[in-house]
């Protein structure tokens, strides 16, 4: 099980934590919401629970809650820009289907 980030979501989420005071890596979740089902929650880690799952991609501490990995197995997270959006892409090999304004998806 493991979930990576793309040399530019590494660098983003690098200059990100520098900002904050005591961010030590970034917490990727989902949570139930949407028309699809899911959606996705990135934070920064303040804290690494005893049911937390800590992956190491391009220096930077991934940390995944038992219960969203098995969402999340194999996913690899972007950092995009569009015109003035910016934001996270998430590659996800579980997703089955995704609703209409790609804010929720379902597996």
Excluded: W
Aim: glycine share 14%; charged share 15%.
């Amino acid at each position: 099980m493991a979930i990576t980030l793309t040399e530019r979501a590494a660098k983003h989420v690098q200059r990100f934590l520098a900002g904050q005071t005591g961010g030590s890596g970034l917490r990727i979740g989902v949570r139930p919401t949407g028309c699809s089902g899911y959606a996705y929650v990135v934070q920064p880690v303040n804290e690494i629970g005893e049911h937390d799952q800590v992956f190491n991609s391009h220096g930077i501490q991934v940390v995944v809650d038992d219960q969203s990995i098995g969402y999340l197995n194999g996913t690899e997270v972007d950092f995009t820009r569009e015109g003035l959006n910016e934001g996270f892409k998430f590659n996800n090999p579980n997703v089955a289907a995704t609703c209409g304004c790609g804010e929720s998806f379902s597996v």
